[in-house]
Protein backbone atom coordinates (compact mmCIF):
# COMPACT_ATOMS: atom_id res chain seq x y z
CA UNK A 1 0.00 0.00 0.00
CA UNK A 2 2.89 2.35 0.78
CA UNK A 3 4.53 2.01 -2.60
CA UNK A 4 1.42 2.72 -4.32
CA UNK A 5 0.67 5.71 -2.26
CA UNK A 6 4.42 6.93 -3.12
CA UNK A 7 4.01 6.40 -6.68
CA UNK A 8 0.52 8.50 -7.17
CA UNK A 9 2.39 11.53 -4.91
CA UNK A 10 5.07 10.76 -7.83
CA UNK A 11 2.45 11.37 -10.21
CA UNK A 12 0.87 14.38 -9.06
CA UNK A 13 2.13 17.54 -9.79
CA UNK A 14 3.84 19.86 -7.31
CA UNK A 15 1.74 23.20 -6.75
CA UNK A 16 4.39 25.43 -8.50
CA UNK A 17 4.58 22.69 -11.62
CA UNK A 18 0.51 23.01 -11.28
CA UNK A 19 0.33 26.89 -11.41
CA UNK A 20 3.06 27.43 -13.90
CA UNK A 21 0.85 25.42 -16.27
CA UNK A 22 -2.12 27.00 -15.57
CA UNK A 23 -0.47 30.44 -16.06
CA UNK A 24 1.31 29.35 -19.81
CA UNK A 25 -2.40 28.26 -20.32
CA UNK A 26 -3.96 31.64 -19.65
CA UNK A 27 -0.87 33.33 -22.13
CA UNK A 28 -1.80 30.62 -24.71
CA UNK A 29 -5.63 31.74 -24.36
CA UNK A 30 -4.79 34.99 -25.10
CA UNK A 31 -2.95 34.37 -27.22
CA UNK A 32 -4.96 32.63 -29.59
CA UNK A 33 -8.29 33.12 -28.53
CA UNK A 34 -9.25 36.50 -27.62
CA UNK A 35 -12.86 36.46 -27.94
CA UNK A 36 -13.02 33.93 -25.54
CA UNK A 37 -10.11 35.35 -23.78
CA UNK A 38 -12.09 38.66 -22.63
CA UNK A 39 -15.66 36.45 -22.17
CA UNK A 40 -13.70 34.78 -18.79
CA UNK A 41 -12.38 37.78 -17.35
CA UNK A 42 -15.00 38.42 -14.92
CA UNK A 43 -14.94 34.22 -13.54
CA UNK A 44 -13.74 33.58 -10.16
CA UNK A 45 -10.32 32.77 -10.29
CA UNK A 46 -10.78 29.08 -9.92
CA UNK A 47 -13.35 28.62 -12.82
CA UNK A 48 -11.18 31.40 -15.09
CA UNK A 49 -8.39 29.08 -14.76
CA UNK A 50 -10.17 26.15 -15.06
CA UNK A 51 -11.86 27.13 -18.79
CA UNK A 52 -8.29 28.45 -19.88
CA UNK A 53 -7.30 25.37 -19.75
CA UNK A 54 -9.50 23.66 -21.65
CA UNK A 55 -9.16 26.56 -24.25
CA UNK A 56 -5.96 25.88 -24.65
CA UNK A 57 -6.27 22.26 -25.27
CA UNK A 58 -8.74 22.91 -28.31
CA UNK A 59 -6.49 26.00 -29.57
CA UNK A 60 -3.36 23.57 -29.06
CA UNK A 61 -4.95 20.80 -30.72
CA UNK A 62 -6.71 22.93 -33.66
CA UNK A 63 -2.81 24.26 -34.70
CA UNK A 64 -1.69 21.07 -34.44
CA UNK A 65 -3.99 19.93 -36.99
CA UNK A 66 -3.47 23.11 -38.73
CA UNK A 67 -0.21 22.81 -39.12
CA UNK A 68 0.47 19.52 -40.37
CA UNK A 69 2.54 19.41 -43.58
CA UNK A 70 -0.14 16.64 -44.85
CA UNK A 71 -3.12 14.48 -43.85
CA UNK A 72 -1.15 11.74 -42.35
CA UNK A 73 0.97 13.52 -40.42
CA UNK A 74 -2.14 15.23 -38.99
CA UNK A 75 -3.53 12.17 -37.97
CA UNK A 76 -0.42 10.75 -36.90
CA UNK A 77 -1.00 14.37 -34.51
CA UNK A 78 -4.14 13.82 -33.72
CA UNK A 79 -3.90 10.12 -33.04
CA UNK A 80 -0.78 11.34 -30.43
CA UNK A 81 -3.66 13.64 -28.77
CA UNK A 82 -5.72 11.22 -28.38
CA UNK A 83 -2.99 8.82 -26.27
CA UNK A 84 -1.92 11.71 -24.35
CA UNK A 85 -5.66 12.45 -23.62
CA UNK A 86 -5.51 8.14 -22.07
CA UNK A 87 -2.00 8.68 -20.26
CA UNK A 88 -3.00 12.49 -18.86
CA UNK A 89 -2.33 11.09 -15.16
CA UNK A 90 1.31 10.59 -16.59
CA UNK A 91 2.10 13.82 -18.43
CA UNK A 92 4.20 16.83 -17.22
CA UNK A 93 3.11 19.21 -20.23
CA UNK A 94 1.92 22.35 -19.28
CA UNK A 95 -1.42 22.21 -20.97
CA UNK A 96 -2.55 18.47 -20.00
CA UNK A 97 -1.44 18.92 -16.42
CA UNK A 98 -3.89 21.69 -16.14
CA UNK A 99 -5.92 19.65 -18.16
CA UNK A 100 -5.80 17.08 -15.85
CA UNK A 101 -6.38 19.16 -12.64
CA UNK A 102 -9.55 20.95 -14.30
CA UNK A 103 -11.12 17.53 -15.18
CA UNK A 104 -10.41 16.38 -11.52
CA UNK A 105 -12.04 19.54 -10.66
CA UNK A 106 -15.25 19.62 -12.57
CA UNK A 107 -17.49 17.26 -14.13
CA UNK A 108 -16.57 16.84 -17.89
CA UNK A 109 -16.71 13.95 -19.67
CA UNK A 110 -13.67 12.86 -21.34
CA UNK A 111 -15.41 11.35 -24.08
CA UNK A 112 -16.07 15.31 -25.23
CA UNK A 113 -12.24 15.64 -25.75
CA UNK A 114 -12.33 12.67 -28.05
CA UNK A 115 -15.17 13.80 -29.66
CA UNK A 116 -13.53 17.13 -30.26
CA UNK A 117 -10.69 15.54 -31.77
CA UNK A 118 -12.74 13.62 -34.26
CA UNK A 119 -14.17 17.24 -35.23
CA UNK A 120 -10.95 17.73 -35.91
CA UNK A 121 -10.40 14.94 -38.03
CA UNK A 122 -12.93 15.80 -40.09
CA UNK A 123 -11.20 19.45 -41.23
CA UNK A 124 -8.22 16.52 -43.13
CA UNK A 125 -9.95 14.47 -44.70
CA UNK A 126 -13.35 16.40 -45.43
CA UNK A 127 -13.23 20.29 -47.09
CA UNK A 128 -16.67 20.46 -48.60
CA UNK A 129 -19.87 20.11 -47.17
CA UNK A 130 -22.84 18.38 -49.32
CA UNK A 131 -25.76 20.01 -47.17
CA UNK A 132 -26.45 22.33 -44.06
CA UNK A 133 -26.77 19.03 -42.13
CA UNK A 134 -23.35 17.95 -42.82
CA UNK A 135 -21.76 21.11 -41.72
CA UNK A 136 -23.94 20.83 -38.28
CA UNK A 137 -22.44 17.74 -37.33
CA UNK A 138 -18.81 18.94 -38.00
CA UNK A 139 -20.12 22.54 -36.18
CA UNK A 140 -21.25 20.10 -33.17
CA UNK A 141 -17.70 18.05 -32.91
CA UNK A 142 -15.87 21.31 -33.16
CA UNK A 143 -17.70 23.88 -31.27
CA UNK A 144 -21.04 22.64 -29.28
CA UNK A 145 -18.64 20.25 -27.56
CA UNK A 146 -16.71 22.43 -26.58
CA UNK A 147 -19.65 24.81 -25.28
CA UNK A 148 -20.92 21.30 -23.32
CA UNK A 149 -17.43 21.42 -21.86
CA UNK A 150 -17.29 24.57 -20.51
CA UNK A 151 -20.78 24.67 -18.80
CA UNK A 152 -19.52 22.60 -16.53
CA UNK A 153 -16.78 24.45 -15.11
CA UNK A 154 -19.33 27.86 -15.36
CA UNK A 155 -21.48 25.65 -13.40
CA UNK A 156 -25.41 25.09 -13.57
CA UNK A 157 -28.61 23.07 -12.55
CA UNK A 158 -31.15 23.27 -15.29
CA UNK A 159 -30.64 20.49 -17.56
CA UNK A 160 -32.03 22.62 -20.31
CA UNK A 161 -28.68 24.90 -19.83
CA UNK A 162 -27.04 21.43 -22.40
CA UNK A 163 -28.76 22.76 -25.04
CA UNK A 164 -28.58 26.28 -24.97
CA UNK A 165 -24.49 25.10 -25.23
CA UNK A 166 -25.06 23.06 -28.12
CA UNK A 167 -27.23 25.81 -30.13
CA UNK A 168 -25.60 28.59 -28.86
CA UNK A 169 -22.04 26.43 -30.50
CA UNK A 170 -23.40 26.64 -33.69
CA UNK A 171 -24.68 29.96 -34.34
CA UNK A 172 -20.97 30.70 -33.18
CA UNK A 173 -19.30 28.07 -35.59
CA UNK A 174 -21.51 29.13 -38.38
CA UNK A 175 -20.21 32.42 -37.63
CA UNK A 176 -16.58 31.18 -37.63
CA UNK A 177 -17.39 29.77 -41.03
CA UNK A 178 -18.76 33.41 -42.66
CA UNK A 179 -16.41 35.19 -41.21
CA UNK A 180 -13.26 33.06 -42.64
CA UNK A 181 -14.81 32.48 -46.03
CA UNK A 182 -11.30 34.02 -47.44
CA UNK A 183 -9.05 32.81 -45.13
CA UNK A 184 -10.62 28.69 -45.18
CA UNK A 185 -10.61 29.19 -49.40
CA UNK A 186 -7.10 29.86 -49.29
CA UNK A 187 -6.80 26.66 -47.83
CA UNK A 188 -8.92 24.80 -49.83
CA UNK A 189 -11.66 24.71 -47.54
CA UNK A 190 -15.11 25.85 -48.69
CA UNK A 191 -17.47 25.38 -45.68
CA UNK A 192 -20.57 26.21 -47.08
CA UNK A 193 -22.93 23.77 -48.20
CA UNK A 194 -22.68 22.98 -51.58
CA UNK A 195 -25.93 22.58 -52.43
CA UNK A 196 -27.12 26.36 -51.02
CA UNK A 197 -24.32 27.54 -53.05
CA UNK A 198 -25.44 25.52 -56.28
CA UNK A 199 -28.83 27.20 -55.58
CA UNK A 200 -27.32 30.69 -55.76
CA UNK A 201 -24.82 30.27 -58.69
CA UNK A 202 -22.12 30.20 -56.11
CA UNK A 203 -19.21 27.71 -57.38
CA UNK A 204 -16.17 26.72 -55.76
CA UNK A 205 -14.16 29.09 -58.16
CA UNK A 206 -16.35 31.96 -56.75
CA UNK A 207 -15.12 31.46 -53.35
CA UNK A 208 -11.23 30.60 -53.80
CA UNK A 209 -10.79 33.49 -56.31
CA UNK A 210 -13.41 36.17 -54.23
CA UNK A 211 -15.38 36.84 -57.13
CA UNK A 212 -18.65 38.45 -55.04
CA UNK A 213 -21.45 38.14 -57.57
CA UNK A 214 -25.18 39.27 -56.37
CA UNK A 215 -25.53 35.36 -55.58
CA UNK A 216 -22.54 35.38 -53.33
CA UNK A 217 -24.01 38.29 -51.23
CA UNK A 218 -27.70 36.80 -51.30
CA UNK A 219 -25.84 33.25 -50.45
CA UNK A 220 -24.33 35.06 -47.31
CA UNK A 221 -27.31 36.89 -46.20
CA UNK A 222 -29.53 34.37 -45.54
CA UNK A 223 -26.09 32.04 -44.04
CA UNK A 224 -25.69 35.11 -41.58
CA UNK A 225 -29.38 35.47 -41.11
CA UNK A 226 -29.68 31.67 -40.20
CA UNK A 227 -26.57 32.17 -38.07
CA UNK A 228 -28.56 35.48 -36.22
CA UNK A 229 -31.77 33.32 -35.69
CA UNK A 230 -29.54 30.52 -34.16
CA UNK A 231 -28.25 33.08 -31.20
CA UNK A 232 -32.11 34.00 -30.74
CA UNK A 233 -32.77 30.44 -30.29
CA UNK A 234 -30.44 29.70 -28.10
CA UNK A 235 -31.11 32.57 -25.44
CA UNK A 236 -34.55 31.63 -25.89
CA UNK A 237 -33.33 27.79 -24.22
CA UNK A 238 -31.16 29.28 -21.34
CA UNK A 239 -33.51 29.45 -18.15
CA UNK A 240 -33.88 32.70 -16.36
CA UNK A 241 -32.28 30.81 -13.18
CA UNK A 242 -29.50 30.26 -15.12
CA UNK A 243 -28.59 33.91 -16.84
CA UNK A 244 -25.99 34.68 -14.09
CA UNK A 245 -24.30 31.81 -14.01
CA UNK A 246 -23.65 31.34 -18.06
CA UNK A 247 -22.35 34.78 -18.18
CA UNK A 248 -19.14 33.94 -20.04
CA UNK A 249 -20.99 32.54 -22.10
CA UNK A 250 -23.81 35.27 -22.84
CA UNK A 251 -20.44 37.37 -23.40
CA UNK A 252 -19.01 34.92 -25.80
CA UNK A 253 -22.16 35.20 -27.78
CA UNK A 254 -22.31 39.31 -27.94
CA UNK A 255 -18.91 39.26 -28.60
CA UNK A 256 -19.41 36.93 -31.88
CA UNK A 257 -23.19 38.16 -33.18
CA UNK A 258 -21.13 41.40 -33.32
CA UNK A 259 -18.69 39.97 -36.37
CA UNK A 260 -22.71 39.38 -38.15
CA UNK A 261 -23.05 43.04 -37.65
CA UNK A 262 -19.64 43.80 -39.21
CA UNK A 263 -20.48 41.84 -41.77
CA UNK A 264 -23.45 43.32 -42.49
CA UNK A 265 -21.73 46.53 -42.71
CA UNK A 266 -19.69 45.18 -45.84
CA UNK A 267 -22.52 44.16 -47.46
CA UNK A 268 -22.04 40.46 -47.10
CA UNK A 269 -18.93 40.60 -48.86
CA UNK A 270 -16.67 38.34 -47.10
CA UNK A 271 -13.63 37.95 -49.97
CA UNK A 272 -12.42 40.88 -48.68
CA UNK A 273 -10.21 39.44 -45.81
CA UNK A 274 -11.20 38.47 -42.39
CA UNK A 275 -13.51 40.24 -40.55
CA UNK A 276 -12.47 41.94 -37.47
CA UNK A 277 -13.28 44.34 -34.96
CA UNK A 278 -11.33 46.90 -32.79
CA UNK A 279 -10.62 45.37 -29.10
CA UNK A 280 -12.43 48.86 -27.37
CA UNK A 281 -15.64 47.18 -28.71
CA UNK A 282 -14.54 43.73 -27.45
CA UNK A 283 -14.43 45.15 -23.76
CA UNK A 284 -17.17 47.29 -24.40
CA UNK A 285 -19.39 44.20 -25.22
CA UNK A 286 -17.78 42.10 -22.18
CA UNK A 287 -18.17 44.62 -19.79
CA UNK A 288 -21.63 46.07 -21.00
CA UNK A 289 -23.00 41.94 -20.87
CA UNK A 290 -21.20 41.33 -17.53
CA UNK A 291 -22.61 44.27 -15.89
CA UNK A 292 -26.49 43.84 -16.79
CA UNK A 293 -26.75 39.98 -15.65
CA UNK A 294 -24.49 40.80 -11.70
Not at 31 to 58: D, E, K, L, N, T
Not at 142 to 160: N, Q
Amino acid sequence: MGAAIEHVNALAPAAHELDSAYRYCSAYTRQHARHFYWAFAFMSPGRRRAIHAVYAFCQHADQAVDEAPSIEQGRQRLDTLRDKLERLDSSREPVMLALRDTLERFPIRRELLHQLLDGMEMDLTRQRYPDFAALSQYCWHVASVVGLMSIEIFGYRDPRVRQFAETLGLAMQLTNVARDVAEDAAEGRIYLPQDERLHHGVSDEDVIHGNFHPGFRTLMQEFCDRSDRLYDDAFALLPESERSSMKPALIMARLYRRLLVEIRARDHDVTRGKVRYPLWRKLWIALGTALSWK
